[in-house]
């Protein structure tokens, strides 16, 4: 059984320019995090999603950022416009069903942007 | 104030050791409580995950969580070489929502 798969797991970017991080979940999944770590930091929490639906964004920068899982193929989280301080490390996480037993969250090895 | 504390270390331990990982946290409505493994550059593994108070105990790995005191450990046995990483404790009042302290970084020598 695949682990949650995520791509690319490095991506540079200019200044201005647009990153698109893909993330696939486990097997049988259907609820996906995503998550930013900066250096020296923990995970932050930015946003759950489950198919077609956002659950909670409550930690997504209110400009530039966006997530989607649609109804087929992987969710993907966008940064319009990158800044340096766009910089980090993006993880993306899957569940079967928050509430239930066996709902823990597996990550995936992460996407690491670097803005130049 | 953060509402979740956990010492950076490092901390290095020999060979052999028993490793105790802590963190305490300020919202009492936390009720899911996890431990992750970091290798660097690597994603987050899951190591332990309880819910309530009380131990868990798995392999050579315990988890205690204490609500009275906002208080969860994560004990290592006969810590190996191959358990130098990044200890995450991670918790949420549901399971979806988590929030992670900053890591404690370990490093047993042989």
């Known amino acids: 059984n695949a682990g949650v798969m995520q791509n690319p797991r490095h991506l540079v970017r200019r200044r201005g320019q647009e990153a698109r991080l893909r993330c696939s979940p486990m097997?049988?999944?259907?609820?996906v995090y995503w998550y930013r770590q900066l250096p020296e930091e923990g995970l932050k929490f930015m946003v759950y999603l489950q198919k077609e639906n956002i659950i909670d964004e409550s930690g997504m920068p209110k400009e530039r950022f966006s997530a989607e899982f649609p109804k087929e193929g992987p969710s993907i989280l966008r940064i319009q416009q990158v800044v340096r301080g766009d910089s980090a490390a993006y993880f993306c996480?899957?569940?079967?069903?928050?509430?239930?037993?066996?709902?823990?969250?597996?990550f995936g090895p992460g996407t690491r942007l670097t803005v130049t | 104030q953060k509402e979740v504390e956990q010492d950076p270390g490092p901390l290095s331990v020999p060979e052999g050791a028993i490793v105790s990982l802590n963190c305490t946290y300020s919202?009492?409505?936390?009720?899911?409580f996890m431990w992750y493994r970091q290798y660097s550059r690597k994603g987050p593994e899951l190591l332990m995950y309880?819910?309530?108070?009380g131990n868990k105990e798995d392999g050579r790995f315990t988890a205690q969580v204490d609500k009275s005191s906002k208080y969860i450990s994560l004990f290592i046995r006969d810590s190996q070489p191959s358990d130098s990483a990044t200890y995450l404790c991670?918790?949420?009042?549901?399971?979806?929502?988590?929030?992670f302290g900053t890591g404690t970084r370990l490093q047993v020598f042989p």
């Open positions: 996480a899957s569940s079967p069903t928050p509430g239930l037993a066996g709902d823990e969250q597996y």
């Open positions: 919202n009492s409505a936390f009720q899911y």
């Open positions: 097997k049988g999944h259907s609820h």
């Open positions: 991670a918790m949420g009042v549901n399971t979806d929502k988590l929030i």
């Open positions: 309880t819910y309530s108070s």
